[in-house]
């Protein structure tokens, strides 16, 4: 309560001075929601998966902070998807051992917060293109980047209305492989719409069938497949993503 009271105050003060934009609350620790929740007008929700180029990321960390969000604050939440390369930051080990999250990456991410009712993205970090990206050893590698983040940013803004639908989506059956990553499918109805979003958390491969009950739906990304009566199935590797529309 001594930690919480002054930034309470603070919230509160900055609401009174100006009404009209919100204060928002960022933590990358779930177990703090529920204390740390009342301290702005919006919770944001940050985990950063992708780190040095010999690991296999998974993004289990990004789906622990919706579900203990929606479990034990009870709180609705905004998220804050990695789009950063760790070695710009890191002082312990050398920048060429890690490396930039793949488009892919970014989009599974933000993907996977639609499936969890996150009701806006706003990305990490653009100083680090900005200012940070200034001292990037490989020449070119902000620019190369870059392009995939605004892709990813692209595809939110078409798929705003689901962000915002109302009704929270219906979770789809999957049915997945012995060896395959947490597969998880849910299907949206926004302005007369449906579409299936299907993620895997990674690490490994990824299998599954989705028993949707809708025919015809066709992939966007090319990772799933149709196999007749509404039945379609999904394979990718890693920290992945599709949509069926």
Same mark, same amino acid.
């Given at each position: 309560?001594?930690?919480?009271?002054?930034?309470?105050?603070?919230?509160?003060?900055?609401?009174?001075?100006?009404?009209?934009?919100?204060?928002?609350?960022?933590?990358?620790?779930?177990?703090?929601?529920?204390?740390?929740?009342?301290?702005?007008?919006?919770?944001?929700?940050?985990?950063?998966?992708?780190?040095?180029?010999?690991?296999?990321?998974?993004?289990?960390?990004?789906?622990?902070?919706?579900?203990?969000?929606?479990?034990?604050?009870?709180?609705?939440?905004?998220?804050?998807?990695?789009?950063?390369?760790?070695?710009?930051? %890191?002082?312990?080990?050398?920048?060429?051992?890690?490396?930039?999250?793949? !488009?892919? !990456?970014?989009?599974?991410?933000?993907?996977?917060?639609?499936?969890?009712?996150?009701?806006?993205?706003?990305?990490?970090?653009?100083?680090?293109?900005?200012?940070?990206?200034?001292?990037?050893?490989?020449?070119?590698?902000? %620019? !190369?980047?870059?392009?995939?983040?605004?892709?990813?940013?692209?595809?939110?803004?078409?798929?705003?209305?689901?962000?915002? !639908?109302?009704?929270?989506?219906?979770?789809?059956?999957?049915?997945?492989?012995?060896?395959?990553?947490?597969?998880?499918?849910?299907?949206?109805?926004?302005?007369?719409?449906?579409?299936?979003?299907?993620?895997?958390?990674?690490?490994?491969?990824?299998?599954?069938?989705?028993?949707?009950?809708?025919?015809?739906?066709?992939?966007?990304?090319?990772?799933?497949?149709?196999?007749?009566?509404?039945?379609?199935?999904?394979?990718?590797?890693?920290?992945?993503?599709?949509?069926?529309?």
């Amino acid at each position: 309560p001594s930690t919480l009271d002054p930034i309470l105050k603070l919230r509160f003060t900055v609401n009174r001075l100006d009404p009209f934009h919100p204060a928002a609350t960022l933590t990358d620790i779930p177990q703090n929601y529920l204390h740390f929740g009342p301290t702005g007008d919006l919770l944001m929700v940050d985990k950063y998966p992708v780190r040095k180029l010999t690991d296999e990321p998974s993004m289990s960390s990004v789906r622990e902070c919706f579900e203990l969000a929606a479990k034990e604050g009870r709180l609705g939440c905004w998220f804050v998807p990695q789009c950063f390369n760790w070695g710009l930051y %890191s002082r312990r080990s050398p920048y060429h051992s890690f490396r930039y999250p793949t !488009e892919l !990456e970014i989009r599974s991410q933000c993907l996977l917060a639609l499936n969890h009712r996150a009701r806006a993205v706003i990305f990490y970090a653009h100083n680090a293109f900005a200012h940070q990206g200034r001292r990037d050893p490989i020449k070119g590698a902000v %620019s !190369e980047h870059w392009p995939r983040t605004a892709n990813v940013v692209r595809l939110l803004r078409k798929l705003e209305p689901f962000f915002l !639908e109302v009704k929270p989506p219906v979770p789809v059956k999957v049915k997945a492989a012995e060896a395959s990553s947490r597969i998880e499918a849910k299907m949206h109805t926004a302005d007369g719409k449906q579409i299936v979003v299907v993620t895997a958390d990674g690490p490994g491969k990824a299998d599954a069938v989705l028993y949707t009950g809708k025919a015809g739906l066709k992939s966007r990304f090319g990772f799933t497949v149709d196999l007749g009566n509404g039945n379609y199935r999904f394979t990718s590797k890693g920290i992945s993503s599709d949509i069926l529309e």
